[in-house]
């Protein structure tokens, strides 16, 4: 005769999902999406004609990667739902908001709103267990808002002009004959306009979430993420006075071609390659 003891640990068979819970989850995912739709079509409109907003369709990849790595806690969340008390009426705000955003043609909030109206309808299905491993999926879901016109103009504007009085005054220092007026440079027999796309911002906002996700495989701890994070900025205003120094240097040789033709053009490039690059190697010496 024996004696049967209980099962050990981690020794049952798997807990089934509940269907009916799991569908109504699904359905709330569903809304949430219903009602983000028009912004995420004004987003991909953007990615479409912008250029420098075109990395916009990566990020939601990202995003679902980020996602899947947190796959055995978002399971173990849905095997266990847990509706908090309060959880409909943070949805029902999350989605008035977005809607309130949408017909009030507030972009930049709208498209806030599309991870907000995720992250709250995750929180009305599950709580705190589900929200938890999404909220880094979400937050960097994020970074495919562009910021509001209003700052952006503003930011272009101080960028430009800070990146033509470096680049004037590091080339008045090894003796070349140049001088600034605003956004514009002047040459011998010439002037140049340092334009939008020179001002570093598009290397900003491109290579912020590029940054992000290096940061995030790449380094450990926050103080060191924070640290690649933050050397976007430097990095891009850096590699765009490069391009703006080379540029002024070739025009004596090749004419203003070099300023407006695909020279010009394959600089904006480089510099975005170089800077990514740099990006990486940043990342490595402080893992």
């Not at 005054?169 to 010439?190: D, F, R």
Request: proline content about 7%; some cysteine.
């Amino acid at each position: 005769m024996s004696t049967v003891g209980p099962p050990a640990a981690g020794a049952g068979p798997a807990r089934p999902f509940d269907r009916g819970a799991l569908g109504l989850a699904g359905l709330v995912f569903a809304l949430a999406l219903c009602v983000a739709l028009p912004a995420i079509f004004g987003l991909r409109f953007l990615f479409e004609r912008i250029e420098f907003y075109a990395h916009g369709f990566l990020v939601p990849l990202v995003a679902g990667y980020l996602a899947w790595g947190k796959r055995r806690e978002i399971r173990q969340a849905l095997l266990r739902l847990e509706p908090p008390r309060f959880g409909a009426l943070v949805a029902l705000a999350a989605g008035s908001f977005e809607l309130f955003m949408i017909v009030g043609d507030v972009g930049f909030l709208a498209g806030i709103g599309i991870p907000l109206v995720i992250g709250s309808a995750a929180y009305a299905v599950g709580g705190r267990r589900l929200v938890r491993p999404l909220a880094l999926p979400l937050a960097f879901l994020a970074l495919m808002v562009p910021p509001p016109r209003f700052v952006l103009y503003e930011i272009l504007f101080r960028l430009k002009l800070l990146v033509t009085r470096t680049a004037v005054e590091l080339l008045q220092a090894v003796g070349t004959p140049v001088l600034a007026e605003g956004n514009q440079i002047v040459v011998p027999n010439h002037t140049l306009f340092v334009a939008d796309a020179c001002s570093g911002l598009t290397s900003i906002v491109t290579m912020l979430p590029i940054a992000c996700t290096i940061a995030y495989f790449l380094t450990r701890g926050i103080w060191r993420r924070s640290v690649v994070v933050a050397s976007v900025l430097p990095l891009a205003l850096g590699a765009n006075v490069l391009r703006v120094i080379l540029t002024v240097k070739l025009v004596p040789w090749m004419g203003i071609e070099a300023a407006q033709g695909s020279l010009h053009q394959s600089f904006g490039l480089a510099t975005y390659a170089v800077g990514t690059l740099a990006l990486v190697g940043v990342a490595r010496l402080l893992r």
